[in-house]
């Protein structure tokens, strides 16, 4: 199968388009194996373009190489998943802190559309659905901030502990405690309240006191793999 230059770029920011979904939405959990054949094959490409996208995530600390493994989805210490979730939670709170100032009429529609779309399925019960639909809700956070570098940097960091916030909402009355915890943010970035939305934001991203020690138990129970 012959690459020239850019259908070969393209097809590898695709492919690593496609893995990075995966990877955050769960279906490749932390110590997944990347075996380049398989991908190849899966994806109807060369080991070329596999090769170049497996490079791309290594690069954004999505996956890491193993002796003996080769390329596996990237897993954290304990301590690396609280570091992060510690650097998360201030950068979603200044992400709405900034959305309570800027953001536009049409943009408090749209959070308040997911908003009702997250209690519509809270009622059905479906965690996965719950999932999606939330990291919706936060991605028009992201959006609205009117900070694209901001925007980014959250995105991306939020993808490297995906799988793990993702088991968060597995905790007995988790769905509609995020959900209280979202219409707080809601109200306050509607409000204007910068002070509130940030505040409010960051308790609801952080893990500590009675929290960690409930995810704590979550890791253990769902055998999510850390280094």
């Known amino acids: 199968m012959s690459d020239c230059a850019e259908?070969?770029?393209?097809?590898?920011?695709?492919?690593?388009?496609?893995?990075?979904?995966?990877?955050?939405?769960?279906k490749l959990p932390p110590g997944s194996r990347l075996e380049e054949l398989a991908l190849?094959?899966?994806?109807?490409?060369?080991?070329?373009?596999?090769?170049?996208?497996?490079?791309?995530?290594?690069?954004?600390?999505?996956?890491?190489?193993?002796?003996?493994?080769?390329?596996?989805?990237?897993?954290?210490?304990?301590?690396?998943?609280?570091?992060?979730?510690?650097?998360?939670?201030?950068?979603?709170?200044?992400?709405?802190?900034l959305c309570a100032r800027r953001m536009t009429a049409a943009g408090h529609k749209t959070l308040?559309?997911?908003?009702?779309l997250c209690a519509e399925i809270i009622e059905s019960g479906?965690?996965?659905a719950y999932y999606d639909a939330n990291r919706r809700f936060h991605e028009v956070i992201y959006a609205g901030c009117g900070n694209s570098y901001l925007?980014?940097?959250?995105?991306?960091?939020?993808?490297?502990?995906?799988?793990?916030?993702?088991?968060?909402?597995?905790?007995?009355?988790?769905?509609?405690?995020?959900?209280?915890?979202?219409?707080?943010?809601?109200r306050a970035i509607l409000a204007g309240d910068a002070e509130t939305a940030r505040e409010a934001t960051r308790r609801h991203i952080a893990i500590q006191g009675d929290t960690f020690t409930d995810f704590m138990a979550l890791l253990r129970s769902a055998q999510l793999q850390v280094a």
């Open 7 to 26: 259908p070969k770029r393209s097809r590898a920011t695709h492919l690593r388009e496609l893995l990075e979904a995966e990877i955050a939405s769960g």
């Open 40 to 97: 190849a094959e899966r994806f109807q490409v060369s080991r070329t373009p596999v090769r170049e996208a497996l490079a791309q995530l290594a690069s954004a600390g999505l996956v890491e190489t193993r002796p003996r493994q080769g390329a596996v989805v990237a897993t954290l210490s304990v301590q690396n998943i609280i570091d992060r979730f510690e650097v998360m939670a201030n950068l979603e709170a200044q992400c709405a802190e």
């Open 112 to 116: 308040l559309d997911q908003h009702r």
């Open 126 to 128: 479906d965690t996965d």
């Open 151 to 186: 925007e980014e940097m959250t995105r991306s960091l939020r993808n490297r502990v995906s799988a793990y916030r993702r088991i968060q909402l597995r905790h007995p009355g988790r769905l509609r405690k995020s959900w209280d915890e979202h219409d707080a943010i809601v």
